[in-house]
């Protein structure tokens, strides 16, 4: 069964930082696109930055270049988005997504991120 799951997320000041993890299982890690994304309260999904299987390219929202990081272990099967200097307005709820096409298209259940003081 192809499953992915999302850890790491809470509660943190303005300024900091959190690091959440992605673990992937049953699916072909290295094959899949991988994505975070993040749905702020009232708002619609939002792309925070993708990873291209195939050109092994990154791409971030312009939101969160130079303080965001996406970055992987593929002997755990794992995505991280490493975020740093974190506003308000990164209060979300992310969510990990693996996709190898549309068939193959897989996606967590979410971990809450707060920003506050």
């Known amino acids: 069964q192809k499953q992915v799951d999302e850890t790491g997320g809470g509660l943190v000041q303005p300024g900091g930082s959190l690091r959440l993890s992605c673990t992937t299982s049953g699916l072909t890690f290295g094959a899949y696109g991988l994505s975070w994304y993040r749905q702020a309260p009232g708002k619609e999904r939002e792309l925070v930055v993708g990873?291209?299987?195939?050109?092994?390219?990154?791409n971030y929202a312009d939101s969160v270049k130079d303080r965001f990081t996406l970055f992987r272990d593929n002997a755990k099967n794992t995505m991280y988005l490493q975020m740093n200097n974190l506003t308000p307005d990164d209060t979300a709820v992310y969510y990990c997504?693996?996709?190898?096409?549309?068939?193959?298209?897989?996606w967590g259940r979410g971990t809450e991120v707060t920003v506050s003081s």
């Open positions: 990873f291209d299987a195939v050109s092994g390219s990154t």
């Open positions: 997504r693996a996709r190898l096409n549309s068939w193959n298209d897989y």
